[in-house]
T-cell receptor
């Protein structure tokens, strides 16, 4: 069965600091990978996704993620965070077979302080 | 992108009553809808998968007689929490298999 591990439960950063949130998955086959963000009181919003091709994926709001197949990782990065990035971030994986549900990590809460 | 409308956004109900949650795909047809729930400080967990015109499939540990799913049309899937209890209080969210991996806005259910 697939599983997703997000190592950081809560990350606190100052504005302008760089961000990297870890995500590792376990699945033997080909996968599609996702990062979602959930702002306080709002619904899930897709930040970026990886299906194939360039393992460095650029998403919205200045976020990017790198797929490293050998490490089963898909870490999320942003060079300089803003206060408005305060949110919960979820990594998710889906098997490549399609029409299958996403398996989510437990999420990482990011708090950005001024 | 694809738009999924989920209602209600939040609901408070008394223990023992039933609550219906609706998910509508507004600009596409959803043959399959995934239903997730998220308990406080936990991740989203798949509850069940509804398929238009056929019976839903439920994940292990999810009572099919308690969480009734209906997917009668290509644009509407509903989840009814029957005889709700406080332990059913959670955030319920739908996501169509088509539609670019989008999610409904979620329903926060509080059972008192």
């Amino acid at each position: 069965a697939q599983s997703v591990s997000q190592h950081n439960h809560h990350v606190i950063l100052s504005e302008a600091a760089s961000l990297e949130l870890g995500c590792n998955y376990s699945y033997g086959g080909t996968v599609n990978l996702f990062w979602y963000v959930q702002y306080p009181g709002q619904h899930l919003q897709l930040l970026l996704k990886y299906f194939s091709g360039d393992p460095l994926v650029k998403g919205i709001k200045g976020f990017e993620a790198e797929f490293i197949k050998s490490k089963f990782s898909f870490n999320l990065r942003k060079p300089s965070v803003q206060w408005s990035d305060t949110a919960e971030y979820f990594c998710a994986v889906m098997s490549y077979s399609g029409n299958t549900p996403l398996v989510f990590g437990k999420g990482t809460r990011l708090s950005v302080i001024a | 992108g694809a738009v999924v409308s989920q209602h209600p956004s939040w609901v408070i109900c008394k223990s023992g009553t039933s609550v219906k949650i609706e998910c509508r795909s507004l600009d596409f047809q959803a043959t399959t809808m995934f239903w997730y729930r998220q308990f406080p400080k936990q991740s989203l967990m798949l509850m069940a998968t509804s398929n238009e015109g056929s019976k839903a499939t439920y994940e292990q540990g999810v009572e099919k007689d308690k969480f009734l799913i209906n997917h009668a049309s290509l644009t509407l899937s509903t989840l009814t929490v029957t005889s709700a209890h406080p332990e059913d209080s959670s955030f319920y969210i739908c996501s169509p298999s088509q539609g670019g991996y989008t999610f409904g806005s979620g329903t926060r259910l509080t059972v008192v």
